[in-house]
């Protein structure tokens, strides 16, 4: 059965919409693992760790979007937010000016952003992202998520649904994670806890 090219159209246009709608659902709280990984996950999304049952990550270092030398190990003593994003992903444009908006208004209770790019080939793109929200935090440039790979536990980040957001308690303790896009609300959320941890 041959189609007409206005119902070729339709089928085309309900096959885009679905993939698009998968896609979506890469990062939209769906997370790959190996069943131990001690998270709780709130109705919100959020999945919080218990103090006692929280695992450091391995080192984050590397050279910056901006050719900076950064090593996350330096903020130790301070919470820390990461933000793994990459160019060419909507919810990450979506959630850029949350991010900013409270790294912004957190830095002065002692907490650090950062952001690891991942999935991009070159600088270029991810630099104007940067330049587009006016970032105000380093982003470290992970191309093949090498660096992710090996820093986080298995089952932490899922890089085939960014974004994801990891907090980080004062000993550099993976604390809270959410994948897909996040808000100003849901950051404070998975931040104000570990502010006020002794």
């Known amino acids: 059965m041959t189609l007409r090219p206005a119902a070729r159209a339709v089928t085309l246009t ?14 939209s709280g769906k997370s790959e693992g190996d069943g131990q990984t001690n998270y709780v996950t709130g109705t919100d999304g959020i999945q919080t760790v218990a ?18 030398h950064l090593d996350v190990a330096d903020f130790r003593g301070k919470v820390v937010v990461i933000n793994v994003w990459g160019s060419w992903c909507p919810p990450c444009r979506a959630e850029a000016p949350y991010l900013n908006k409270v790294a912004k ?18 600088k270029v793109q991810p630099r104007a992202f940067e330049d587009d929200f006016d970032i105000s935090y380093p982003s470290l440039y992970d191309p093949t998520g090498k ?11 899922n890089l085939q649904g960014l974004p994801v957001t990891v907090t980080l308690d004062r000993n550099g303790k993976i604390a809270a994670r959410v994948f897909g896009g996040t808000d100003d609300s849901k950051l404070r959320k998975m931040i104000n806890p570990l502010v006020e941890e002794n």
């Open 14 to 27: 309900a096959i885009v919409t679905l993939g698009s709608l998968c896609l979506a659902a890469c990062g």
């Open 51 to 68: 103090k006692e049952e929280r695992k450091p990550i391995g080192p984050i270092k590397g050279e910056t979007l901006q050719d900076k």
């Open 105 to 122: 208004e957190m830095k002065s209770k002692g907490v650090e952003f950062v952001g690891i790019n991942t999935r991009d080939g070159d």
């Open 147 to 157: 660096m992710l790979l090996s820093a986080f536990p298995k089952g932490t980040v």
